[in-house]
């Protein structure tokens, strides 16, 4: 009996050891700062046509989200609001205060992504894109998911001014809502101009866009 808990005191001595051993020898691998991060970046990628590698630099509201990401509790409330207020008081509202232009206009723009890329004449019209993140007409059947769906939107909320503002500072900056929003700032990056900005609140604002029906 002695011969068999001395037997099982040693190969508990053993296993012990064993995992020490183990826990040991694993590497320990620090995370790499930002700083080291952008490098990266910067190394990764080169300048190819109209992208160039000033893209990769972030706002300040960028960096504030990224570390978010990481951060215990993310975003900070009072640093979430002062984001979204700065990025509202940035929004240039129509010169004419006329915030519908051409739905059909704006459906063409919501199927196109050109514009800006590398392979993208530089001077191209830029498209909005906006089914690879949402539903939009019920005629097209290929539509992304990442962002709500947007399908009856002028008809569920009514044409107030205060839904036409709210639309269009969504559209020019979406960060004034959400701070760090996925989805692109498209007048405040110049992706589109005034006009398609109008084309593109037709869509989902006029009673007779296929977005309303």
């Not at 160039?52 to 975003?75: F, H, M, N, Y």
């Amino acid at each position: 009996m002695h011969s068999t808990i001395k037997y099982s005191a040693s190969v508990l001595l053993i296993a012990l050891l064993g995992a020490c051993a183990n826990t040991d020898s694993k590497p320990v691998v620090a995370e790499p700062s930002n700083e080291e991060i952008t490098q990266l970046m910067l190394a990764s990628f080169k300048d190819k046509g109209q992208a160039k590698l000033d893209r990769i630099k972030q706002t300040e509201l960028q960096q504030a989200c990224s570390l978010a990401e990481t951060a215990p509790g993310g975003l900070p409330d009072t640093q979430r609001t002062a984001l979204q207020n700065a990025a509202l008081a940035s929004v240039k509202y129509p010169g004419d205060g006329k915030y519908l232009g051409d739905w059909k206009a704006g459906e063409k723009i919501a199927q196109t992504g050109v514009g800006f890329q590398f392979s993208d004449k530089e001077g191209t019209a830029a498209g909005g894109n906006c089914y690879a993140c949402h539903q939009l007409a019920p005629q097209e059947l290929s539509y992304g998911n990442i962002g709500p769906s947007l399908y009856q939107y002028g008809k569920l909320r009514g044409n107030s001014d205060a839904i036409m503002k709210y639309t269009w500072a969504k559209i020019w900056n979406s960060h004034a809502y959400n701070a760090c929003s996925n989805m692109p700032r498209f007048g405040a990056e110049g992706i589109l101009t005034e006009d398609q900005l109008k084309d593109v609140m037709a869509l989902l604002m006029a009673t007779d866009s296929p977005v309303n029906k």
